[in-house]
């Protein structure tokens, strides 16, 4: 069994940061590839970041530059930093996780999510 647990949203104006954390527990030795997606209302899920144990990372083309993934193995946490938000950064935020190879390939766990809302 694994667990993951989202933190760090919240409601935050056009312009401003958010750190998102991702907390795995649990059967967590095989947990190689952690990532963020995302869903706004009325639209599908879609992929934000993932990076793999080694440190290989992918992010979404759309976020590059304002978005940032890291991630602790020490203490089995990812991290997305959030800068220059957008009105159209609103979701929910999904960690993801699992043994896949790739950091853009979807694992078997989610987190609960964690709502992020950025006002105009």
């Known amino acids: 069994q694994v667990q993951l647990v989202e933190s760090g949203g919240g409601l935050v104006q056009a312009g401003g940061s958010l750190r998102l954390s991702c907390v795995a527990s649990?059967?967590?030795?095989?947990?190689?590839?952690m990532a963020w997606y995302r869903q706004a209302p009325g639209k599908q899920r879609e992929f934000v970041a993932g990076?793999?144990?080694?440190?290989?990372?992918a992010m979404e083309d759309s976020m590059k530059g304002r978005f940032t993934i890291a991630r602790d193995n020490f203490v089995n946490t990812v991290y997305l930093q959030m800068n220059s938000l957008k009105p159209e950064d609103t979701a929910v935020y999904y960690c993801?996780?699992?043994?896949?190879?790739?950091?853009?390939?979807?694992?078997?766990?989610w987190g609960q999510g964690t709502q992020v809302t950025v006002s105009s």
């Open positions: 649990g059967s967590i030795f095989s947990l190689n590839t």
């Open positions: 990076i793999t144990r080694d440190g290989s990372e």
């Open positions: 993801n996780g699992g043994t896949t190879r790739a950091p853009r390939v979807l694992g078997a766990y």
